[in-house]
């Protein structure tokens, strides 16, 4: 009998900038209705597995790894800039903070991973990659003081990384939101 993990991959975000964010959030949404990600679980999904076996973890970290090495260049920066939702604006499900990736450094991380992923069954995404940082899952309209909030800020900078970290997580759902448990760790 084998074990279901719900699984992602993604890439860390710096100290700083997560730092700047979480200080954004607590002054720019005090007393907000929005239920923001935790500051330990922000990160940049470069791929959602969902439920594994757990008996295939090993493999996918090797394939990974195997990724990593294949990478042509070293990371660059990348700017945390601008908000967005998905789908859309009129009808938002996730609030998220943009990317801006002028190498195309994450977009490479993207097809290596999912190169290294396709040999091992897993499908390609269908939807094409589109680096950002989830602020919040939105599960009722914004009201007026939050869309306020939102106008006024939209153009927001939080500054420049390099990421660093390319990170298989676990994703463990809990009454509170999820928690994240780092399964394997590889430097980009």
């Known amino acids: 009998m084998f074990k279901l993990v719900r699984t992602f991959i993604g890439v860390t975000l710096s100290d700083e900038i997560n730092a700047k964010i979480q200080q954004w959030i607590n002054t720019q949404w005090q007393g907000s209705p929005i239920r923001f990600i935790k500051k330990e679980n922000r990160h940049i999904t470069i791929k959602f597995l969902g439920n594994v076996n757990k008996g295939s973890l090993p493999k996918i970290s090797e394939a990974l790894g195997e990724a990593v090495s294949k990478l042509n260049r070293n990371s660059s920066e990348i700017a945390v800039e601008k908000l967005g ?22 977009a490479d991380i993207f097809n290596v991973v999912e190169n290294e992923l396709r040999e091992l069954g897993f499908s390609r995404d269908e939807r094409s990659f589109h680096a950002h940082i989830t602020l919040a899952r939105l599960k009722k309209r914004l009201d007026d003081n939050d869309r306020t909030s939102i106008d006024s800020c939209k153009d927001i900078k939080f500054g420049e990384y390099t990421p660093s970290k390319l990170v298989l997580f676990e994703s463990i759902l809990k009454g509170k939101g999820a928690v994240y448990d780092k399964i394997s760790e590889f430097s980009i």
Do not use: T
Not at 88 to 105: A, C, T
């Open 85 to 106: 939702f998905f789908p859309n604006e009129k009808n938002p499900h996730v609030f998220w903070i943009g990317l801006k990736d002028s190498s195309g450094y994450l």
